[in-house]
């Protein structure tokens, strides 16, 4: 039986499950009907948990050295200078989250550094190759691809759809995108330069009268971008001239000129959920399973997520253990349904002008996100997200928890006895206890603190850093 999986679609959610398989020796393919990678910004904040992925994927440096913290904001009504502000101010780095702060990159930036860490595993995407179809049978899944006009027929074992609100694969399987779409609302974005605007801030423009009714410019890394984001009235077309037409309108200035429109589209709210997101040997994740407003940042992050958490379970699969399949659409589309009700909230708030509607707090960075059933009260209960602490290897080198969790596999944590048998198996000692087999001193006591641990306290971290049962 072939061991290959196919993921149609590689935005941000199809290339971490692509990446996620192909460092675990898993053969994949993945594919996009566009015949040129995205361009554009759009999904341009990385939440916190979503930079822990990173980290364990071998892209965080990347993504830290090309993009930025989140700007502050100059706040014009009226064409007068009134207040800075931030969407959340900057705290510090713990010991249990190394990465506190939301992050800003823009999403081709983000794709193209997940394409070269792919590359390096000797996976590329396969662009202009579209999907046309696919049966499946007990034993794998028969899709039909389409290039150039050549079709060809690939057999695999799984078929992830990653491929959009649009998705081929749910609407082939006709799975409900159920929820709405308010054609009501649009909102104009786009990516411009702005050269009269110190690109180290961003900066709102509104009515004094209407002050939440304006535009935003945010200072995109890497050149002299902006992200515009206003809201759209009548049936004007998108283009750089509707652009300017708001710049002159609110900002008060007859200098700023806006160039090089490199990306501009229409968005309405589309706040959709699937009603299933596995169908036998097929699977439904990110944009393809759940459409969200882009308040608050989640709908790439939760792609990301949702293939974080897929790709162990397909590999234990492939591996002969297919009990965990059934535990993708159990976890990930009761998140899926959580952000969303979180998303939406924020774009009522912002309709409705609410003075915080651009503030954001803790519940947006993904990491209280937890599989646990809600009635296990107990401090380790299963599903739980793994905090980091640092440490001390056995030769008195610092290192960190997520050291010890970085790769494909499992990690068993034996606080203060001697390790699990297997070779990612640690006892966690306090400094000068002594125990046999590999172990790591926790010098300053914040791994004990981290997990509540007891002498004998024993904690399994799945491969995607959420802490699961041991048998």
């Not at 990347?62 to 993009?67: D, K, P, Q, S």
Request: net charge negative; glycine share 10%.
């Amino acid at each position: 039986m072939t061991q290959l999986v196919l993921v149609a679609g590689a935005g941000p959610t199809g290339l971490t499950l692509a990446l996620d398989l192909a460092r675990r020796d898993i053969p994949v393919r993945i594919v996009d009907k566009a015949a040129m990678f995205f361009a554009g910004s759009r999904g341009d904040g990385i939440q916190p948990r979503t930079l822990e992925v990173f980290d364990d994927l071998g892209v965080l440096d990347a993504v830290l050295a090309e993009g930025m913290p989140t700007p502050v904001m100059r706040v014009h009504l009226g064409g007068e200078f009134v207040t800075e502000r931030r969407m959340s101010e900057p705290v510090e780095p713990t010991p249990a989250v190394p990465y506190p702060n939301l992050w800003v990159l823009g999403q081709s930036r983000t794709e193209a550094v997940l394409r070269e860490r792919l590359a390096e595993f000797g996976v590329r995407v396969e662009l202009g190759t579209a999907l046309t179809g696919f049966t499946q049978d007990h034993d794998g899944v028969t899709a039909t691809l389409e290039r150039d006009g050549t079709r060809e027929t690939v057999r695999a074992a799984y078929l992830i759809g990653a491929d959009g609100g649009k998705s081929t694969v749910r609407r082939t399987l006709g799975i409900p995108f159920e929820g709405s779409t308010d054609e009501s609302l649009r909102m104009l974005l786009g990516d411009v330069r702005a050269d009269a605007l110190d690109h180290e801030f961003g900066y709102w423009f509104a009515d004094a009268e209407e002050p939440m009714q304006g535009i935003a410019l945010s200072p995109l890394p890497g050149g002299r971008q902006f992200q515009f984001a206003a809201p759209l009235t009548g049936d004007a077309e998108p283009s750089l001239e509707l652009l300017q037409e708001y710049v002159d309108r609110y900002c008060g200035r007859d200098d700023v000129t806006l160039t090089d429109l490199t990306w501009v589209t229409v968005w309405r709210p589309n706040i959709r959920l699937a009603r299933r997101f596995r169908d036998g040997r097929v699977f439904l994740a990110g944009d393809a399973a759940h459409a969200h407003p882009p308040t608050g940042g989640q709908g790439m992050n939760t792609g990301i997520q949702d293939a974080y958490n897929l790709g162990w379970k397909l590999a234990a699969a492939l591996a002969g253990d297919d009990t965990l399949l059934d535990s993708y659409e159990a976890e990930r589309r009761t998140v899926a349904a959580d952000v969303l009700g979180l998303s939406s909230e924020l774009l009522d708030k912002l309709v409705e002008g609410e003075e915080d509607a651009m503030e954001r707090g803790p519940e947006t960075q993904q990491l209280n996100i937890s599989y646990r059933d809600p009635s296990e009260r107990a401090p380790l209960a299963v599903g739980d997200r793994a905090p980091d602490a640092p440490v001390k290897d056995e030769t008195g080198r610092p290192v960190r928890l997520f050291d010890l969790f970085r790769g494909p596999h499992a990690t068993v944590l034996s606080f203060g006895a001697r390790a699990e048998a297997g070779p990612h198996a640690y006892a966690v000692v306090r400094p000068g206890q002594q125990v046999a087999g590999p172990h790591v001193v926790d010098v300053d006591g914040h791994a004990h603190a981290a997990y509540a641990a007891t002498e004998g306290t024993r904690v399994l971290v799945r491969p995607d850093g959420y802490l699961g049962a041991l048998s």
